[in-house]
């Protein structure tokens, strides 16, 4: 199974960016989906963004549309979550998250501990 851990998370203004990145151990890193997820206090987790094995197919949540960007470096066994325009409302505990293609869309079981982001007001 692989391995995740997260970085980048932070305090940053409204208005401001930050990027997340994702480390993946082992060497079928292209073998795997790759999604970011988050959720705050009192809600449930929400899927932000999710990346096609090859990078070529991506998907953002209508939440995030035009302010966040997922994208992967296969040589680097990592995925990106560009995050700009950062709202209030986007403070939350973001995880990344690997998977599979299923018959209902993409399908996640392996997950990393998860990086802080909070956006002051």
């Known amino acids: 199974q692989v391995q995740l851990v997260e970085s980048g998370g932070g305090l940053v203004q409204a208005g401001g960016s930050l990027r997340l990145s994702c480390a993946a151990s082992?060497?079928?890193?292209?073998?795997?989906?790759m999604g970011w997820f988050r959720q705050a206090p009192g809600k449930e987790r929400e899927r932000v963004a999710a990346?096609?094995?090859?990078?070529?197919?991506?998907s953002h949540a209508d939440s995030v549309k035009g302010r966040f960007t997922i994208s992967r470096d296969n040589a680097k066994n990592t995925v990106y979550l560009q995050m700009n325009s950062l709202k209030p409302e986007d403070t939350a505990v973001y995880y990344c998250?690997?998977?599979?293609?299923?018959?209902?869309?993409?399908?996640?079981?392996?997950w990393g501990q998860g990086t802080q982001v909070t956006v002051s007001s």
């Open positions: 998250a690997a998977g599979y293609p299923g018959r209902r869309g993409y399908e996640f079981n392996s």
């Open positions: 082992g060497r079928t890193f292209t073998s795997y989906v």
């Open positions: 990346i096609s094995q090859s990078g070529g197919s991506t």
